[in-house]
């Protein structure tokens, strides 16, 4: 009987850490692309769509998201143009009426990593999806 | 008794227009509450959570940097975390290393043990602001919540 409870509380512990785990795991580890994507039947999402909608010039030499907006969207402190500026406002402004945030449960940790080790904030980057 | 309880209940309860006013009045305690739910709860960061606390540890800045060993330094900052880059410098090029990293360490190391996670759902909005209207992220700031003893003597302003 001991036997039995020891098994059953080892299972039941096993259990709550693959739980635990799976909670503490990144739903968007490649940030912006792993939102942005196009699924069936839904509206487009994907970057290039939606630049294409506001009339963005076409992105062929865009390889990885955010990293090679870079190569025109200065991200230096100070910058009128920069892009971190940009997407913050894309996503917080109004928030009550904001999609990301009312929607999408929209957090900081979507789009950013936190390197604990280092205590750098990090943009999360993926290769683009379309 | 039965009818005297009878009609209390007609008198106060069965009226419509009662009902319609306590569904009105629930109805706009729910739209206040709803417009809150976007208030900060941690308008000052780091101050609004390192508090004195009741009957537990005392968390308030100065006294956690005690525990750690910290020189005196901290006692003479009014606005936090703001006064820290003194040394701190945000740029690294200060005498101790920069603030940002520190803090983000001690807040997210560990996060399956860590307590700002763990205990206080810890969320990168707890400490900055973010204005969506530039797009701008800040970092809040407050005064101290602390009275600092310098020479045996409170310093108050």
Known sequence: ?130 | MKKVLAKSRNAYINRPLTLLGLMLLTLIAGAVMGGNAYADDYPNGCVSCHVEGTGALDMRINAVLDRLGHGKAADRSKVIPAACDRCHASSGDGPASALRNLIHRAHYTDPTANLFVTQYEGSCLHCHAMDGASGKATVKSGERNWTPIVGGEAITD
């Open chain 1, 1 to 130: 009987m001991k036997d039995r409870i020891r098994v059953f509380s080892l299972s039941a512990i096993t259990a709550l850490l693959a739980v635990t785990a799976l909670a503490q795991a990144d739903d968007y580890p490649q940030g912006c692309v792993d939102c942005h994507a196009q699924q069936p039947g839904k509206t487009n999402l994907s970057l290039n769509a939606l630049l294409a909608q506001i009339g963005h010039p076409k992105l062929p030499k865009v390889k990885k998201v955010p990293t090679s907006c870079g190569g025109c969207h200065a991200s230096d402190e100070g910058e009128d143009n920069e892009f971190a500026h940009m997407i913050h406002q894309i996503h917080y402004d109004v928030p009550k009426a904001n999609l990301y945030t009312t929607r999408f449960g929209g957090d900081c940790l979507h789009c950013h990593a936190m390197d604990a080790d280092s205590g750098e904030a990090l943009v999360k980057s993926g290769p683009r999806n379309w």
